[in-house]
């Protein structure tokens, strides 16, 4: 068994996290996760209301007795979701584990840690994390560019960014971005992480709850399978390479504006690629880690085999390196 800072503050049997994914971060898939001894997040914006996100925490209750979290993300808009209900409604249904993500989350940190809730936040850089830490998030996930969804403007790898961060973060760091089997978690362990975070790997499992062709496209693609969107607007997002991606890349390198684009990369959009599988629908998140997932998977299966498959690689192949 791996125990890490992670698995200790936390209190998850294997350093596996599935970290909040807009549409996918449902009941079926967190409680698998935690079924099978990682830490999954319900992705609270993805319920309409925060009524509905109390709904979604007694269903996945329902389906687990162990532990998981809640994912609440922070960001800018023009009508911004109510925030402060969400985590109400995160506290008064008993989840004392919260990913923030997005921005600083001090204005959530009073009521969080009066609850008794543990913070891990998301980060894209080395400054991002020590401001976290300094305002007393319990720990942190450490973004590298290959990571789906928002990988920051600074366009630093994991193999980098990870072993910068353990420099400067004392409190449990977890890294995100290209991970998606034992040899990632390993290698994360060995560059100062003390645990991995998966998104784009557990859309391609059983219980993900999104139409299978995304799964069997996440299969068939590699490491060249995505797109870089927002890169002129300082916006920056990793999505699936697909004929709607590849129209946004093409407006904004001409000069065109977010509203030029806007009705191409609407939420509804992609919302619709999960549940119909059309894949050329709308724009979805996925990260370069494609290039290594070749299977679909039970979470059960997933998880096991990286806690498997790292214990043997630690204790064995490395051990038998050293001379």
């Not at 305002?135 to 920051?152: K, L, Q, R, W």
């Not at 072993?163 to 995100?176: F, V």
Request: with cysteine.
């Amino acid at each position: 068994m791996l125990k890490t800072k992670f698995t200790e503050t936390f209190g998850v049997e294997v350093p596996v996290v599935q970290g909040g994914m807009q549409w996918v971060g449902r009941a079926p898939l967190v409680a698998a996760v935690a079924n099978a001894g990682g830490l999954g997040f319900i992705t609270a914006l993805t319920q309409p209301t925060p009524e509905d996100l109390v709904k979604e925490i007694a269903r996945t209750r329902d389906l687990t007795d162990k532990t998981f979290g809640v994912n609440l993300t922070i960001l800018p808009a023009i009508n911004p979701p109510p925030y402060a209900e969400y985590r109400d409604a995160i506290i008064s249904s008993g989840v004392k584990i919260v990913e923030t993500a997005g921005f600083n989350p001090v204005d959530h940190m009073p009521d969080f840690k009066s609850a008794g809730v543990k913070v891990l936040h998301k980060c894209t850089s080395v400054r991002h994390g020590v401001k976290a830490q300094s305002v007393g998030v319990d720990g942190i996930s450490i973004d590298g560019f290959e990571c789906a969804g928002h990988p920051g403007e600074d366009d630093i790898p994991g193999l980098v960014l990870i072993p910068a961060a353990a420099e400067k973060i004392t409190i449990p760091m977890i890294a995100s971005g290209g991970f998606g089997d034992a040899r990632g978690l390993v290698a994360a362990l060995a560059l100062g992480a003390d645990g991995i975070n998966m998104g784009t790997r557990f859309m391609a499992t059983a219980e993900a709850p999104i139409h299978q062709n995304v799964k069997q496209a996440l299969v068939d693609g590699d490491e060249r399978n995505t797109n870089l969107i927002f890169r002129q607007l300082r916006n920056t997002a990793r999505v699936a390479k697909n004929a709607v991606s590849d129209e946004v890349v093409g407006i904004l390198a001409e000069g065109g504006q977010f509203e030029d684009v806007r009705d191409l990369v609407a939420g509804v959009r992609g919302k619709t690629v999960y549940e119909t599988g059309d894949i050329d629908g709308g724009i979805w998140s996925a990260g370069t880690v494609q290039g290594i997932i070749n299977d679909i998977p039970t979470c059960a299966e997933l998880i096991g085999r990286i806690a498997s498959e790292a214990e043997e690689l630690i204790s064995s192949k490395l051990a038998g390196l050293v001379a």
